[in-house]
T-cell receptor, first 115, second 115 residues
Framework: KQEVTQIPAALSVPEGENLVLNCSFTDSAIYNLQWFRQDPGKGLTSLLLIQSSQREQTSGRLNASLDKSSGRSTLYIAASQPGDSATYLCAARLPGYSSASKIIFGSGTRLSIRP | DTEVTQTPKHLVMGMTNKKSLKCEQHMGHRAMYWYKQKAKKPPELMFVYSYEKLSINESVPSRFSPECPNSSLLNLHLHALQPEDSALYLC??????????????FGSGTRLTVV
């Protein structure tokens, strides 16, 4: 069974700290991996998309890496701010389905940044 | 236009009611998806449409009936729902390509409450 796991499930850090969120997946034949942010009761906002041929992607204070051989992706957030508080979900696009494919979500990391 | 628009944002319906959720995108995406999300859980795939044809049905009960009238519009028709169907319903879209390199764009969701 293909699985995507996120650790930790919850994280609370003081403002200004750099932090790393982890995502692991069981199939190294991944097509791509996408990181999303979700505020309570809201939809998903795409943060970064990493293709299988890429090692990392950067957007502002965010940096995501992908290591297919070890089945891991990390989301690095620099100089965290209270506005970064949200749930962060990773989703892996994996083979084995129709041409429409499907993405497998991790269970998410609930991040709280303390002022 | 880089958005997926979902209406309504909130819906309260009785168990004998018939209602519909609507999703619209104008990004030229030919794959559209319905997800169901319960509180503090990741989204669960319900249906996938590719080129306006249903390609994946994740064994969803028949009280949920999807429809894709054209390449920009996706509906989810609801009938005889149960209270446990109360959840956030998310629509997403993506490009279609053999390399499956494109990411997903999600809407802001419809918060459904069944009473």
């Amino acid at each position: 069974k293909q699985e995507v796991t996120q650790i930790p499930a919850a994280l609370s850090v003081p403002e200004g700290e750099n932090l790393v969120l982890n995502c692991s997946f069981t199939d190294s034949a991944i097509y791509n991996l996408q990181w999303f942010r979700q505020d309570p009761g809201k939809g998903l906002t795409s943060l970064l998309l990493i293709q299988s041929s890429q090692r990392e992607q950067t957007s502002g204070r965010l940096n995501a890496s992908l290591d297919k051989s070890s089945g891991r992706s990390t989301l690095y957030i620099a100089a965290s701010q209270p506005g970064d508080s949200a749930t962060y979900l990773c989703a892996a696009r994996l083979p084995g389905y129709s041409s429409a494919s499907k993405i497998i979500f991790g269970s998410g990391t609930r991040l709280s940044i303390r002022p | 236009d880089t958005e997926v628009t979902q209406t309504p944002k909130h819906l309260v319906m009785g168990m004998t009611n018939k209602k519909s959720l609507k999703c619209e995108q104008h990004m030229g995406h030919r794959a559209m998806y319905w997800y169901k999300q319960k509180a503090k859980k990741p989204p669960e795939l319900m249906f996938v449409y590719s080129y306006e044809k249903l390609s994946i049905n994740e064994s969803v009960p028949s009280r949920f009936s999807p429809e894709c009238p054209n390449s920009s519009l996706l509906n989810l028709h609801l009938h005889a729902l149960q209270p446990e169907d109360s959840a956030l319903y998310l629509c997403a879209s993506s490009h279609m390509d053999r390399g499956l390199s494109y990411g997903y764009t999600f809407g802001s969701g419809t918060r459904l409450t069944v009473v």
